[in-house]
């Protein structure tokens, strides 16, 4: 969709002047005759009162506050992978709140009669028994899922909660275009639209006493306590993910934050003695509930798709066992089978009583020969629907294929007819996006949430509604590319406003224990500490080198350059032994590769990639603030892939900002996340890198002996690496000598850069962390943290400065400098082994150089 630009918005009045309905279809702000409807009058004079100025000003701050609070929809196809912003147009869906009350008596007979449907196909079968369902059509469904048939429901209530799609029809007529009862997706954007909505347009949204939300969150939040099988305060609920690479990654980790739930994939969960459990570091937690965001098929590969890895093996029996509630309850996908429609309405007659208020969009099911007949008479007028696609899949429209396609589409349905199903073709509703100069009408989808209470449904007051990026589009799904939007549904008079902090809530405890963190969470939260350090540590060093290479060079002689450029590059690439005479000789292409190309081997984008990715993995344990300085992070790692600096002096405009994000990322998970379990981790793997880090760069720049001028450069350059600068001065007043930079930067315990201090840390962290030692005995972690601290302390700095007798190499130090990598390499392995599950490695698609010894 075309951008808003400040020149491309002009005269307000221009905005809606030439706005004109789609013949033959409903528009939510303007009649067919060409009328404003009343409730957008104040809304629209809003937006003329704003200006031009005003509305851009408004549309790049909601871009700027989804950038900064990383919303996206992932396609695993699409180019941006998982940094694919969430697209929202700046105007909502307008609805009275009179027209919202009807429909949501139609929603909520909708919602009860699916969740007596589901009963009903996963107990007695009545209506299939009774001949009121065909047979073949819910036990040919790939939904239906047969291990699930008997299973005991807590509370009769397997739909805990369920979306469903709606559009209008020529008259204005709410028609359901699909439902969504497995995994129901879409709540937590709907969440966080409004958040930016009301944030970018305070006033108006005030002023238009628009229905609040959290409500439905709250009434989400009783539900599955309720439901679970121990009552609180003991129960403990989680939501399940399929983890990074599922679509809609960003809402679920939102969602948990919001209900306060843990967020969790197959791998952290077990299932023993018939009951559900959470693989934490210390201890296996009970869960009582689970809201799912995995499909049915794959949540339990014992018993369903055997070939799944996001599931939990047993979780079935744990649910036939009733130890554990999964919501919605698994098999509830068989509702979603388009073909239902057909017979909804005399279902609704024989289980409720009543005729259906919300009508379905006319739909045949090709499995019926009567309903066959008249799709194949009248093919080009129709929808067709393979029966099992996935939800948001595209649809068959028969008068847009080529001859051939469309005999071919014949033969199936005739082969096949049960796996078809047709519906009427109907011009979608349309409501105004803002396109360029002015608004234009585009169609549109309104997805609507709710939430089962103790008697009936809640509707969220609202939902999200989604436009097609083209006025003639015949789909509209975030799949193909579609804008999301808010739904505002209007008050009469102003609406109190609520949060989910607020109010008692009598099933929830006042206080509850904190849940520990997974082994998968912990491996993510170590190797976050690591990364950001690594880059850290990385742009500090190579922006000391390009300064030494660019800046100094004319005026020192060419042999002490050169033996500093090459312990730098030593010291930046981690390897051991000379370079080779056209490295040393031109060290430029080398560093230019280090700073920019993804491709090359330890260079600072894959290191960026790796903190994004791990980030990522567990971006629900990180707060808002914190995602922004990743999401700067990201935009930095971006700049330099995208457009490599080509001049060594230049690079430097681009690493002081970056090693500034990397500096608010370290101050912000050590000062906003609570020092829990979690923190340990990620402190202690950022401890453990520096320390890596310290002594590598101490051993590749003074273990060689170089000229005073030599290693007053390189003396000059470790102090800088790491910002010890100033204290230097202050505390050595002879010059620079390598005993006063070992005192500094390699014993002193109170110096955060120091060696010492980062092993003084690693041991106040790791007594912290859970052990299965026994009593009296000294844990390997324990015995290695010692070893190295030891060998620190008693180190004699006369000894290890002095020269061997060849004069050339300092022997002592650079034995002990190994020692001590060694160690704290050792240190690494050993938490891994204790800690960190191997087969469940965060990473793979980094591969293991990019984690391996280095």
Not at 342 to 348: E, G, H, K, Q, V
Not at 384 to 403: D, N, Y
Not at 567 to 579: I, K, N, P, R, S
Not at 664 to 674: G, K, P, R
Request: one cysteine or more; proline letters at 7%; aromatic letters at 6%.
């Amino acid at each position: 969709m075309p951008s808003l630009t400040a020149a491309a918005v002009g005269d307000p009045h221009e905005l809606i002047d030439h706005y004109l309905p789609t013949p033959g279809g409903y528009d939510e702000m303007r009649t067919a005759e060409g009328a404003l409807r009343p409730h957008w009058r104040y809304f629209l004079e809003a937006l003329r009162t704003l200006g031009p100025s005003g509305i851009e000003s408004r549309w790049r701050e909601a871009r700027r506050l989804i950038r900064d609070n990383g919303v996206t929809y992932n396609l695993c196809d699409d180019p941006q992978g998982v940094s694919r912003p969430w697209e929202l147009d700046l105007l909502p869906v307008l609805i009275r709140s009179d027209e919202w009350a009807q429909l949501e008596r139609g929603l909520i007979q909708r919602a009860e009669l699916l969740n007596q449907l589901l009963l009903d196909l996963y107990g007695p079968r009545t209506l299939i028994a009774g001949g009121l369902l065909p047979a073949e059509l819910i036990d040919a469904y790939p939904g239906y899922l047969l291990p699930c048939h008997g299973l005991q429901i807590a509370g009769g209530r397997p739909l805990v909660h369920c979306a469903m799609d709606l559009t209008r029809d020529a008259a204005g007529r709410w028609r359901v275009i699909g439902d969504r009862t497995q995994n129901p997706s879409g709540s937590g954007y709907a969440l966080e639209n409004r958040v930016v909505l009301s944030r970018v347009m305070p006033s108006l949204f005030r002023d238009s006493h628009v229905h609040r939300l959290a409500g439905f969150y709250r009434s989400m939040r009783r539900a599955l306590t309720r439901l679970a099988p121990r009552q609180a305060p003991a129960a403990r609920i989680v939501v399940l993910t399929p983890g990074p690479s599922s679509e809609a990654y960003f809402e679920h980790a939102y969602l948990a934050n919001y209900l306060g739930y843990n967020l969790v994939q197959g791998a952290d969960l077990s299932v023993r003695d018939g009951a559900l459990w959470l693989r934490t570091l210390g201890r296996l937690e009970r869960i009582d509930a689970v809201l799912r965001r995995v499909e049915d098929a794959c949540c339990d590969p014992l018993e369903l798709q055997e070939d799944s890895q996001l599931g939990v093996p047993g979780l079935v029996q744990a649910v036939r066992a009733g130890n554990v509630t999964v919501a919605n309850a698994l098999g509830s996908a068989v509702l979603e089978h388009p073909g239902l429609m057909a017979f909804l309405p005399r279902l609704c007659q024989h289980l409720l009583g009543e005729d259906l208020l919300l009508p379905d969009i006319p739909t045949w099911w090709c499995g019926d020969a009567g309903h066959r007949a008249r799709v194949l008479e009248d093919l080009d007028a129709l929808i067709i629907k393979p029966a099992g696609s996935p939800p948001g899949e595209r649809c068959l429209l028969p008068r847009q294929m080529e001859p051939a396609a469309r005999a071919a589409l014949i033969a199936r349905i005739q082969a096949e007819p049960h796996r078809f199903v047709a519906q009427e073709y109907i011009v979608p509703s349309t409501s105004p996006a803002l396109i360029g100069r002015r608004l234009e009408p585009r169609p549109t989808v309104l997805r609507t949430f709710l939430v089962a209470e103790e008697e009936g449904y809640a509707v969220m007051p609202g939902g999200l509604s989604r436009v097609a990026p083209e006025r003639d589009a015949p789909m509209i799904s975030s799949r193909l590319g579609g804008l999301g939007k808010d739904t505002w549904v209007l008050a009469s008079e102003p609406e109190r406003q609520e949060t989910l902090l607020g109010g008692a809530d009598l099933l929830a405890p006042a206080v509850i224990q904190e849940s520990e963190v997974s082994s998968r969470v912990a491996d993510n939260l170590f190797w976050i500490g690591r990364y950001a350090e690594r880059a850290e540590g990385m742009v500090r060093l190579l922006r000391i080198a390009i300064f030494e290479l660019s800046e100094r060079q004319g005026y020192l002689r060419s042999d002490d350059m050169a033996g500093c450029i090459h312990a730098l590059l030593q010291a930046v690439t981690h390897e051991d032994g000379d370079d080779d005479a056209r490295r040393l000789h031109d060290p430029t292409p080398e560093m230019l590769a280090l700073i920019a190309d993804p491709r090359h081997p330890g260079s600072l984008p894959q290191t960026l990639q790796a903190l994004g990715l791990a980030a990522w993995s567990v971006r629900e344990r990180l707060s808002a603030d914190t995602w922004r300085v990743v999401n700067e992070i990201e935009r930095h790692l971006h700049a330099l892939t995208r457009h490599p600096p080509i001049e060594i002096g230049r690079a430097l405009d681009e690493l002081d900002p970056l090693v500034t994000a990397l500096v608010a990322f370290s101050a912000l998970t050590h000062e906003n996340m609570t020092h829990n379990e979690g923190w340990h981790f990620i402190a202690a793997g950022r401890r453990l890198e520096r320390g890596l880090n310290t002594a590598a760069l101490l051993r590749r720049t003074l273990a060689r002996v170089g000229r005073e001028h030599e290693e007053n450069l390189l003396i000059e350059a470790v102090l800088g690496v790491t910002d010890s600068l100033i204290t230097y001065r202050r505390r050595y007043q002879a010059g620079t000598r390598v005993g006063a930079l070992l005192d500094l930067v390699f014993r002193d315990e109170t110096n955060p850069r120091s060696l010492a201090y980062q092993l003084v840390q690693l041991e106040q962290l790791c007594r912290k962390m859970p052990s299965d030692e026994p009593s009296g005995g000294r844990p390997v972690i324990d015995r290695l943290i010692l070893q190295g601290l030891t060998g620190v302390r008693l180190a004699e700095i006369d000894r290890l400065i002095r020269p061997a007798r060849n004069g050339v190499k300092r022997i002592a130090l650079q034995r002990l400098l190994a020692k001590l990598e060694g160690q704290l390499a050792a240190l690494s392995d050993a938490l891994t082994a204790q800690y960190f599950r191997h087969e469940e490695q965060p990473h793979a698609l980094l591969g293991r150089a990019v984690r391996g010894p280095r």
